[in-house]
């Protein structure tokens, strides 16, 4: 069986498979694998205009319940460090939307400007783990860091979601690894439930902008039928990934956190060059 992207014939177990293989490797770290999916659209399905990042986003809310499943019965979910965060990136991810159609129809440079700053989180992270103060284990996280930061945090990582179609996990784990010194198990599924819940908010600012006709650049609203292909894939996905997650140790976590940030950095660096 197969469909019609952007012109592109595509096979429906091509998307699945894909969106299967990001959420598996990417889960464990507290990233949906939507940043794998992007340039996947973009270079191989021709998939450019604004509706990507929308597109995305169906596939987030549709892949991360798996893990954030799996997070929840290991009780790895905490409030005091999800609603915060969500107070900040829900009105973010719509300020993100709306500057993606009206500004930024080709971010190239945006992108950029977000891959050298992943490029330096992706160097500390493996640092931080060997200097006098390493990151917390999980009986020493219970202090979760000041509310307001975790605000602005959210705040910050939600209009870069917003525009990009990431949901904002890829810049929420870092930081907190880095700045708040959380253990990655705790990081991963406060960073899983954000991307839930602000792509969710991010798809309804897209459809919006898309009836109210804003923007110059058409369509903005997602592609359902990709999205939920992807994230069928994603949902198997992520659950597999953070019923593995357990069986990894902090340290290596660390690094295959640090490992993914690098490779998206790179992904966004080279944007002004593809």
């Known amino acids: 069986m197969h469909f019609t992207v952007s012109g592109v014939d595509v096979a429906v177990w091509v998307p699945f498979l894909a969106g299967l293989c990001a959420a598996i490797v990417t889960a464990p770290a507290g990233l949906s694998g939507a940043f794998v999916l992007l340039p996947f659209q973009t270079n191989v399905l021709g998939f450019t205009t604004p509706a990507v990042s929308a597109t995305n986003l169906v596939y987030n809310i549709v892949a991360t319940p798996g893990g954030l499943l799996r997070y929840g019965r ?36 945006f992108k950029a400007l977000v891959g050298i700053v992943l490029v330096y989180l992706a160097v500390q992270i493996p640092l931080r783990t060997r200097r006098r103060r390493p990151i917390r284990t999980l ?14 945090l959210g705040a910050g990582s939600g209009v870069i979601g917003g525009i990009l179609g990431v949901g904002g996990g890829a810049i929420i784990a870092p930081v907190l690894v880095i700045l708040a010194r959380q253990p990655v198990r705790l990081v991963s599924a406060a960073a899983l439930a954000v991307t839930f819940a602000t792509s969710a908010t991010g798809i309804l600012s897209y459809q919006l902008l898309d009836v109210l006709d804003i923007g110059r650049t058409r369509p903005v609203a997602p592609d359902w039928a990709l999205g939920a292909l992807f994230g069928v894939g994603g949902l198997l996905g992520s659950y597999l990934g953070a019923r593995l997650q357990h069986r990894i140790p902090e340290q290596v976590l660390t690094l295959l956190l640090a490992g993914l940030v690098a490779v998206l950095a790179v992904t966004y660096v080279t944007a002004l060059t593809t």
Do not use: N
């Open 139 to 152: 009986p020493e996280a219970e202090r979760p860091p000041r509310a307001a930061l975790l605000v602005a």
């Open 74 to 109: 290991q009780r790895l979910l905490r409030r005091s460090l999800v609603v915060p965060l969500l107070a900040g990136t829900l009105p973010g991810v719509s300020v993100g939307a709306l500057l993606r159609v009206l500004y930024l129809h080709e971010p190239a440079l």
